[in-house]
């Protein structure tokens, strides 16, 4: 009796809402039901197996090309009274689940339920600020250094994806919860961006985030520097960022259109700070040959930084030798091919 319950349990929950189970058990035993009727009936020509699915397909779509119809008086009552019912009745059934299923899974897609974590070589995007962060993902698929798997969004407090068509969306309760962050593909990501709502979320984010160990260069925005101070104790290859609103405005009044100059540095159009790292298995460069191969490409390199030292060396010296994996920072109208610098001649000695 327990198991007879428990049978009648599943098949009154598939039936009351008409699981795809049932609707598939349904459109066979029609079927079946169908041909043995034409069978009966006397209908040769549209039970042969060449032919019965395609009558009964264009039957149940209601297409009725009238290449094929009962030519007995008992096939076409069974037609009329069973077959056309029944089948375009169980195709309507199949063509709604099929939307159904369609819209709920562009549903999940939109309130950011999905899993991503099959992605590779994308960007991590923690925090949502608007138009500002809109800008930011503009600026990041225009450049092809960042567009290569495009931008996974992961926020608290956003109900439906704000730019569906340019970015995918995970929605979470909170910023602290690790095991969200799997559902964006953190270990195969390239690069973090940590930029919450107040810096108490994004030391949540970040700590979240280092709990996975994960392999991409990760940078964390902060308005206070004590908070900045505090990641970068923990885990001094974050890059930690904070507004310059009031070192630009400093500089403004100390030298005349410093303010410019730094907004054509940073900025998306004109001449713009990139960066270029050294092949590792490239000879130590020269300061002086590397600063004349940049000139050579319409660039101006400004400095570098190496692994040892978190702060980055602006104008070196021309005798300066470059060690190999070194991160070079240039300005250039557009982003330049590495595989276009003569490392071998510009190779120290």
Same mark, same amino acid.
């Given at each position: 009796?327990?198991?007879?319950?428990?049978?009648?349990?599943?098949?009154?929950?598939?039936? /009351?809402? @008409?699981?795809?189970?049932?609707?598939?058990?349904?459109?066979?035993?029609?079927?079946?039901?169908?041909? &043995?009727? &034409?069978?009966?009936?006397?209908?040769?020509?549209? @039970?042969?197996?060449?032919?019965?699915?395609? $009558?009964?397909?264009?039957?149940?779509?209601?297409?009725? $090309?009238?290449?094929?119809?009962?030519?007995?008086?008992?096939?076409?009552?069974?037609?009329?009274?069973?077959?056309?019912?029944?089948? @375009?009745?169980?195709?309507?059934?199949? &063509?709604?689940?099929?939307?159904?299923?369609?819209?709920?899974?562009?549903? /999940?897609?939109?309130?950011?339920?999905?899993?991503?974590?099959?992605?590779? #070589?994308?960007?991590?995007?923690?925090?949502?600020?608007?138009?500002?962060?809109?800008?930011?993902?503009?600026?990041?698929?225009?450049?092809?250094?960042?567009?290569?798997?495009?931008?996974?969004?992961?926020?608290?407090?956003?109900?439906?994806?704000?730019?569906?068509?340019?970015?995918?969306?995970?929605?979470?309760?909170?910023?602290?919860?690790?095991?969200?962050?799997? /559902?964006?593909?953190?270990? !195969?990501?390239?690069?973090?961006?940590?930029?919450?709502?107040?810096?108490?979320?994004?030391?949540?984010?970040?700590?979240?985030?280092?709990?996975?160990?994960?392999?991409?260069?990760?940078?964390?925005?902060?308005?206070?520097?004590?908070?900045?101070?505090?990641?970068?104790?923990? +885990?001094?290859?974050?890059?930690?960022?904070?507004?310059?609103?009031?070192?630009?405005?400093? /500089?403004?009044?100390?030298?005349?259109?410093?303010?410019?100059?730094? !907004?054509?540095?940073?900025?998306?159009?004109?001449?713009?700070?990139?960066?270029?790292?050294?092949?590792?298995?490239?000879?130590?460069?020269?300061?002086?040959?590397?600063?004349?191969?940049?000139?050579?490409?319409?660039?101006?390199?400004?400095?570098?930084?190496?692994?040892?030292?978190?702060?980055?060396?602006?104008?070196?010296?021309?005798?300066?030798?470059?060690?190999?994996?070194?991160?070079? +920072?240039?300005?250039?109208?557009?982003?330049?091919? #590495?595989?276009?610098?003569?490392?071998?001649?510009?190779?120290?000695?």
């Amino acid at each position: 009796m327990i198991v007879i319950g428990k049978l009648y349990r599943l098949v009154r929950g598939h039936l /009351r809402r @008409i699981s795809w189970g049932v609707v598939a058990t349904a459109l066979v035993l029609h079927m079946g039901l169908t041909w &043995l009727l &034409l069978a009966w009936a006397g209908e040769a020509k549209l @039970i042969a197996a060449d032919a019965f699915l395609y $009558y009964y397909m264009t039957t149940a779509s209601t297409i009725g $090309y009238g290449d094929l119809s009962p030519g007995s008086t008992a096939g076409r009552y069974v037609v009329a009274l069973f077959v056309m019912p029944g089948a @375009i009745a169980l195709f309507a059934s199949v &063509l709604a689940k099929t939307s159904a299923s369609l819209l709920h899974f562009w549903k /999940r897609h939109q309130m950011g339920k999905m899993s991503y974590d099959d992605l590779q #070589g994308h960007t991590v995007l923690i925090g949502w600020h608007g138009r500002e962060s809109e800008r930011l993902v503009r600026l990041l698929l225009a450049d092809t250094h960042t567009d290569d798997e495009g931008i996974v969004l992961l926020a608290e407090g956003l109900t439906e994806n704000p730019m569906p068509d340019q970015i995918r969306f995970v929605a979470v309760d909170s910023y602290a919860d690790c095991g969200e962050y799997t /559902r964006a593909a953190l270990a !195969g990501a390239a690069r973090v961006i940590v930029h919450a709502a107040d810096d108490d979320r994004s030391l949540a984010a970040v700590f979240a985030v280092m709990s996975h160990r994960p392999a991409a260069h990760v940078v964390a925005h902060f308005d206070a520097t004590a908070a900045a101070d505090l990641v970068r104790s923990h +885990y001094p290859h974050i890059e930690c960022t904070r507004p310059l609103h009031v070192d630009v405005i400093a /500089r403004a009044a100390q030298d005349a259109g410093s303010s410019l100059v730094a !907004g054509e540095w940073l900025g998306a159009g004109g001449p713009t700070q990139f960066s270029l790292q050294v092949p590792a298995d490239a000879a130590p460069v020269q300061a002086g040959k590397l600063a004349g191969a940049f000139r050579a490409q319409a660039a101006l390199w400004v400095g570098y930084r190496d692994g040892r030292s978190a702060a980055p060396v602006l104008n070196p010296p021309d005798h300066v030798e470059i060690a190999p994996g070194t991160l070079l +920072y240039y300005l250039a109208d557009a982003r330049i091919d #590495g595989r276009r610098v003569p490392w071998a001649a510009l190779a120290a000695g």
